[in-house]
């Protein structure tokens, strides 16, 4: 154990651990847990915290102080600044003298006071917060405490204090940076470079290290779709946060994969379309796809599975309508990959390995880009049992499918926003990137991309229904100047996508969306989703539309059931925060609202510019009497929504049952939403 562990008491001590609470000593006589909720116990894991908060926060202070000590006139200043100096050293007696009998419990020599300080027995104390600046040797176990705020039931009790708990927030914020940092810097392995990075994110959303160490570690395993796609998160988090631009270094990593997105000679084409298609200008601009059987590596099945599975993933992804897959049945020269000079009329090539350890099958399945030399697009592990074959068979098919959509959408519309001179295929893909990144400015931005392709091609059902998910998000943000007429406009984009092409999933489920969301008509929602779900059941965006339309009917169950399906087929999807939001409200109304606090945390944490899952989340801290925590919330929602408030709640929720609706209505009055 490092030295920087002991707190300065005679005793070895024991360390143990608390979950993202840091590691504290066993036999301190008083171990105190700063971040989250504040915890005081004594060496025999009895609470010894006060029970009034201003008492609380005079032990935070004391324990935070190097030496324990704190002067009178200080935590006056800072606990009652509002108050005469004569009535707030009269409070502060009252919360010295609360702490002294809370704390008789551990060790009555604990806590002393005379007329200028209040001192605590540092020695024999110990806290989670410490070990972020006594020099010990950096553990990832060190950034979990950061899941939570510092005194994160503290807030609000004071002006003067909140300042205080900002102060020591950007310290331990500014440590716990330099141990990512350390952190990262040690990383040889991109997937615990990844876990170090999402880690440091939490405490910071524009730390550009971070950024910079996971878009490399995605490029690192091949994973260019997800590396553009952090990439576009990483330009909304520093635009968030006042940085125009990400630096020169994050640039440079992503032109790597910039620069193989130029044709090459053999797929040289005319104008826009054809750089989308690779085949020379083609009319229909749909995305060709090759599937190849798997490659065995000894020893693995015969070769039935491997040119079976190819079959099942071209039959998955036949339901997105914007791409053509063949599949390539013929064997390969010794299991040898594809080669690129044989199949210049395709875009991508989806191809991967197999191979079998007793009754273990790894399916390795990879997505490249053919017209950029091979770039690796997209790559996925598969480890199963191999028990019932055809339930195999149908599970990598689906998944794959699912995220190769999302996967080319994002890698296709980078592509289309450095033409020249787009049409309006690319026009309209150009525009995805910036609706799943959810940045006002480049949200709007994508809305007269989609425009301005509606009005070079009326008769496209794709870029219909795109603007009518745009406008979606448009009335969900509260960012729509004129509400209904937003309302009306997707319904119109919705019901004309599902009429130019009514076999078009993504269509007829964001035409159900609209009916059950804006229009407060869930009933025939369900039955539009249904019908999604038939024409294509590897979309997830359909099972999760679809499950918070039986939220909407009051049942929950089937709601969380089909919701946890569209994560199961994409948990990595660039909009996975909409997924979790939409699981926050049939948990709220279930009154399972700790599993909806958690939930909605997350949501938030992927995406803090998406006001919806505040929401829930507030109504789920009201309910919990957790109205301290809400304030920090509310705030923040009333910044992306300056208007909203329980009135505006109730009226936009399209809940169907009484119950559900006065459920959530009173948990956001309880956590503090204005009324009206």
């Known amino acids: 154990m490092p030295e920087s562990w002991k707190v300065g008491v005679d005793l070895d001590p024991i360390a143990f651990d608390l979950p993202g609470r840091g590691r504290l000593h066993a036999l301190s006589t008083l171990r105190v847990s700063l971040f989250g909720h504040m915890r005081a116990e004594d060496a025999a894991g009895r609470s010894v915290l006060p029970r009034g908060r201003k008492a609380r926060a005079l ?99 004071d002006a003067a204090f909140d300042r205080w708990i900002g102060e020591q927030s ?48 995605h490029l690192a395993q091949g994973e260019h779709a997800a590396a553009l796609a952090a ?4 330009c909304a988090a520093l635009e968030r946060n006042g940085a ?31 750089e989308l298609s690779g085949r020379n200008g083609s009319a229909d601009g749909l995305v060709r796809l090759g599937v190849f059987p798997l490659r065995r590596i000894e020893p693995c099945p015969d070769n039935s599975l491997a040119v079976a599975l190819a079959e099942e993933i071209v039959t998955a992804l036949a339901q997105f309508r914007w791409m053509t897959c063949i599949v390539h049945i013929a064997p390969l020269a010794a299991d040898a990959p594809p080669s690129l000079q044989t199949i210049p009329e395709l875009d991508f090539m989806l191809d991967g390995t197999i191979q079998r350890s007793g009754s273990r099958i790894r399916v390795i399945v990879q997505l490249s880009d053919t017209r950029a030399g091979g770039t690796l697009v997209w790559a996925r592990r598969f480890d199963r049992e191999l028990a019932d074959i055809f339930s195999l068979q149908d599970e990598i098919a689906s998944e794959t499918a699912a995220q190769i959509d999302t996967a080319l959408l994002i890698w296709e519309g980078e592509r289309a926003r450095r033409f020249a001179d787009p049409d309006a295929i690319a026009l309209m893909l150009g525009a995805i990137p910036s609706i799943y990144r959810l940045e006002s400015t480049r949200f709007r931005k994508a809305g ?52 130019l092409d009514a076999r078009d999933a993504r269509a007829v ?59 199961q087929l994409a948990p990595h999807d660039p909009h996975g ?30 995406n803090p510019g998406f006001s919806s899952a505040y929401k829930g989340v507030l109504s789920a801290l009201g309910h919990l009497g957790r109205t301290e925590d809400a304030a920090a919330l509310c705030t923040r929602l009333l910044e992306l929504e300056p208007r909203f408030c329980v009135q505006d709640a109730t009226a936009r929720s399209p809940m169907v049952r009484e119950d559900d609706l006065s459920l959530y209505a009173e948990g956001l009055r309880r956590a503090g939403l204005p009324e009206g």
């Open 244 to 274: 125009r631009t990400p630096t020169p270094e994050i640039e440079q990593l992503v032109m790597r994969i910039a620069r193989p997105l130029a044709v090459p000679r053999h797929c040289a084409a005319h104008g826009p379309r054809a």
């Open 577 to 606: 925060f909409f997924f979790d939001t939409a699981m926050i409200m049939p948990h709220l109304l279930r009154r399972e609202y700790a599993a909806a606090l958690a939930i909605g945390r997350q949501a938030i944490a992927l």
């Open 448 to 499: 007269d991309l989609l425009e301005t392709a509606l009005s070079l091609d009326p008769g496209n059902a794709a870029a219909h229904a795109w603007l009518a998910y745009w406008h979606l998000f448009l009335v969900g943000q509260g960012w729509a100047p004129d509400s209904i007429a937003a309302i009306t406009r997707a319904a119109e984009l919705a019901e004309r996508a599902v009429g």
């Open 59 to 157: 032990l935070a202070m004391l324990a935070l102080s190097p030496h324990g000590m704190v002067a009178r006139a200080s935590a006056a200043a800072l606990l009652w600044s509002l108050r005469d100096k004569e009535q707030a050293h009269a409070s502060l007696r009252q919360a010295v003298h609360e702490l002294q009998q809370a704390l008789r419990l551990a060790d009555p020599r604990l806590l002393r006071a005379d007329r200028h300080h209040v001192v605590l027995a540092i020695a024999s104390v110990s806290t989670d917060a410490a070990v972020l600046t006594q020099g010990a040797l950096p553990n990832p176990d060190m950034l979990d405490m950061f899941a939570h705020p510092l005194l994160e039931d503290l807030r609000d009790l």
């Open 509 to 567: 489920t964001l035409a159900g969306h609209v009916r059950g969301f804006l229009s407060k008509r869930p009933d025939e929602a369900r039955s539009l989703h249904d019908r999604a779900i038939a024409l294509n059941p590897n979309l997830p965006l359909a099972w999760c539309l679809s499950g918070l339309a039986h939220s909407y009917l009051g049942d929950h169950a089937e709601a969380i059931r089909r919701i946890d399906r569209a994560q």
């Open 170 to 217: 950007a310290r331990f914020s500014r440590a716990g940076r330099a141990i990512g940092d350390a952190l990262l810097a040690a990383q040889t392995d991109p997937a615990s470079t990844l876990r170090i990075a999402a880690q440091v994110l939490r405490i910071d959303e524009a730390h550009v290290n971070a950024w910079h160490a996971a878009i490399g570690a």
């Open 231 to 234: 990439y576009e998160r990483c």
